[in-house]
């Protein structure tokens, strides 16, 4: 590992964007090794088929290399770059759904979903129950949804608002009705 390597692990994902923007590679290297699994993760989780995850991220990716000359933070709000990331990968979701045309969230068949999740850290009982979660998530309506894994990376819900280009109270209200259908959900399974 080469020093200027090294020392890009101490630096903010905001300084390394500005030095890759002025050439330095493994500025980018480092950005990405720092968010490439949870990008991923998010995007598989919004449209469960992991050869379509993996396309999304990667354009997510390379939007992000296009763009990465043109990053400001957003104004007095000081958007930071993770926000910024998690935005793009958010309008590749809309993106890629606006493409399907036709809306499902849930693939009971998706045996790449369920394995990716078998092999997450924990034991069996935790593993079950967060392959059940997603399940449940997976059945709200896509605002809802979208909404519930942007909290669950995280993100305010200021900064949910920005990712998604929705007013606070649309993302409160968002949560909040998706909360109520998944009490009913679970007590539907009950």
Not at 31 to 51: E, F, I, N, P, T
Not at 121 to 138: K, S, T, W
Request: net charge negative.
């Amino acid at each position: 590992m080469g020093g200027n390597t090294l020392l890009n692990r101490f630096k903010s994902d905001e300084s390394l964007l500005r030095k890759f923007s002025t050439g330095s590679h493994s500025s980018f290297e480092t950005l990405y090794g720092r968010y490439k699994d949870a990008v991923y993760h998010y995007v598989l989780k919004s449209v469960q088929d992991s050869a379509c995850a993996e396309d999304i991220a990667h354009e997510a990716w390379v939007s992000v290399i296009d763009k990465a000359d043109s990053f400001v933070p957003d104004g007095s709000l000081a958007q930071p770059f993770k926000q910024w990331l998690y935005r793009i990968a958010h309008n590749k979701v809309i993106d890629f759904w606006r493409k399907q045309k036709n809306i499902h969230y849930l693939d009971e068949d998706n045996d790449d979903t369920l394995e990716s999740e078998r092999r997450m850290d924990g034991g069996p009982e935790q593993q079950y129950l967060l392959v059940e979660i997603e399940r449940l998530i997976a059945q709200l309506p896509p605002t809802q949804q979208q909404s519930y894994l942007l909290q669950l990376e995280g993100f305010s819900l200021a900064e949910i608002a920005r990712i998604t280009n929705s007013q606070p109270e649309s993302v409160k209200s968002r949560l909040r009705y998706g909360k109520k259908k998944l009490q009913q959900l679970l007590e539907g399974e009950a």
